[in-house]
């Protein structure tokens, strides 16, 4: 929560230590007497931009329990309803919501018309780094194996740049970019190197998502050093937030942008600004979309988007029993079946004016973490159990206050393969995402009519279509009949020649 940085003076320090003393924190100057001239100044320019009456509040609606002497109103559960079937559409000829083949191109065509019109821009949450995969680097850096070596960043640009060339010359699909504190710098210096991946400097936007002080667990703001205060970042709900302080809305406004795709960096599969999903919400009028995958299994670990109270929102697997995890439609379906893959679609009207409405009534979200902290001594504490929280908001969190949800559901194999975990460990990983990818190439071009060669054990090959040539698997027609070498990088499609 940011506000205005006064000058540091004599009296600006004792208007800020009231009001931290009337917030109950003014702990938090246990140790500012003793702090070197910058690093005092350093401080009071970190707590000047603390909206501290508005943290406090956050906490206490989040974290405190509540007041209310009924226990018995205290743990009313939430009344679950699973998405109608006329609730959502589907790209899965198996489903019950299944769209036509005509519905399928209208959505498409629309979709392609509003990017070559250039109303539509791409939103990208990078604010994570790829701790869990062995590497200090941004997530987006992170390269899964790939025959081209290619990083996360390098696919998805590809995909943006065959877009712009599907629609035809004066096409471009601004990249808005969220990072964080601790990938901003990485992550600016990432794109520069590369030469912003072929496209241009211009068209990219970097912001930063929030931050929100740490707390202890009776609410006091926890020093992690005698002169700095523990902050996070707020979670990937922090885009709103980050969106508004930083003016992306203003920048994608004076530039005409009407449709906003936002997906996240670890998701291989992820198709960039895809037509069809833009096509199907706008046709909809929808402020806000959301894309969803059939659950693999009733216990599969994953949120699910559903009526929570009579609102949509995600309930997250610990949050739903067996037994409701369990129930089927008529047709053998689960009821609780669609997937969030945090794949998701914004009108620029509801991120400029109906979110500054909703967002001061976003709740938070409490995780419990080992948080680094001072102790009376001023001594640095790491501590090897939780001893503080962290207050995060969730991306889909305003999915309560949308009059008009437009939730698509789409095949897991051919959008969605999550990068969590680290090498070796056999789910959402390296070599699973690698997989998914290759997999994707050879059902590309053996839809086109080619054949690929596979070993004589059956081992999947080492075989990739640049994103550059076929953003969806189009463009391939000049394969059909030849056999492809399994491993081999597909980088011009003129060039591919029968083996």
């Known amino acids: 929560m940011v506000k205005s940085t006064p000058s540091f003076t004599s009296e600006s320090l004792a208007a800020l230590k009231q009001r931290y003393a009337d917030a109950g924190q003014d702990h938090v100057f246990k140790f500012f007497n003793d702090l070197e001239d910058d690093a005092a100044a350093a401080f009071f320019e970190q707590l000047s931009g603390i909206d501290i009456e508005q943290c406090n509040s956050f906490f206490d609606r989040t974290a405190r329990k509540p007041e209310s002497s009924s226990q018995e109103q205290e743990q009313k559960p939430d009344e679950l309803e699973p ?116 496209l241009s400097a211009d068209d990219v936007f970097f912001f930063n998502q929030g931050v929100l002080p740490c707390f202890d667990t009776d609410g006091k703001i926890i020093l992690e050093s005698p002169g700095r205060v523990a902050v996070a970042p707020d979670g990937n709900g922090g885009v709103y937030g980050g969106m508004r302080v930083s003016g992306a809305v203003d920048w994608m406004r004076e530039r005409g942008i009407e449709h906003i795709h936002s997906y996240c960096v670890d998701n291989c599969l992820v198709r960039v600004a895809d037509p069809v999903f833009l096509g199907y919400a706008a046709t909809r009028g929808a402020e806000c979309g959301a894309l969803v995958v ?41 009821a609780y079946n669609a997937g969030n893959i945090c794949n998701h679609y914004y009108s620029i009207d509801f991120l400029h004016k109906r979110v500054p409405e909703i967002e001061a009534n976003l709740e938070h979200h409490v995780a419990r973490k080992k948080i680094p902290y001072v102790d009376d001594a001023g001594e640095t504490i790491r501590p090897t159990k939780p001893n503080g929280i962290k207050l995060e908001r969730f991306v889909f969190d ?94 011009d499609i003129d060039a591919v020649v029968t083996v």
């Not at 670990?301 to 008529?330: D, F, H």
């Not at 949800?405 to 789409?410: G, N, Q, S, Y």
Request: negative net charge; glycine residues 10%; aromatic residues 6%.
């Open 294 to 334: 059939p659950k693999k299994a009733w216990n599969e670990p994953v949120g699910v988007i559903c009526k929570r109270n009579g609102l949509y929102g995600v309930v997250e697997y610990s949050e739903i029993t067996q037994e409701t995890a369990q129930q089927t439609r008529s047709n053998g379906e689960l």
């Open 83 to 198: 998405l109608a079937s006329d609730a959502f559409a589907s790209t899965l000829a198996s489903s019950s919501s299944s769209a036509s083949p005509d519905e399928l191109e209208a959505w498409r065509e629309e979709g392609m018309r509003l990017i070559r019109e250039n109303k539509v821009a791409v939103m990208l949450l990078a604010g994570g780094q790829g701790s869990r995969l062995g590497s200090s680097a941004p997530k987006g850096c992170y390269d899964i194996g790939l025959p081209s070596h290619k990083n996360l960043f390098t696919v998805q640009a590809d995909r943006i740049r065959r877009l712009q060339h599907l629609a035809g010359e004066g096409t471009t699909i601004p990249w808005l970019v969220m990072t964080s504190g601790p990938t901003m710098v990485a992550t600016k210096k990432a794109f520069a190197d590369s030469d912003y991946f072929g």
């Open 398 to 491: 305003v999915f309560p206050y949308v009059e008009n949800l437009a939730i698509l559901e789409v095949d897991r194999k051919d959008q969605f393969s999550p990068l969590k975990n680290g090498p070796g460990s056999g789910v959402d990983c390296p070599e699973t995402s690698r997989s998914d990818l290759i997999d994707q190439c050879i059902r590309f071009a053996e839809a086109a009519g080619a054949t690929v060669e596979r070993s004589a054990d059956g081992s999947q090959p080492a075989f990739e279509i640049s994103g550059l040539v076929s953003y969806a698997g189009e463009g391939l027609e000049s394969l059909s009949g030849k056999t492809l070498a399994g491993d081999q990088l597909i980088t």
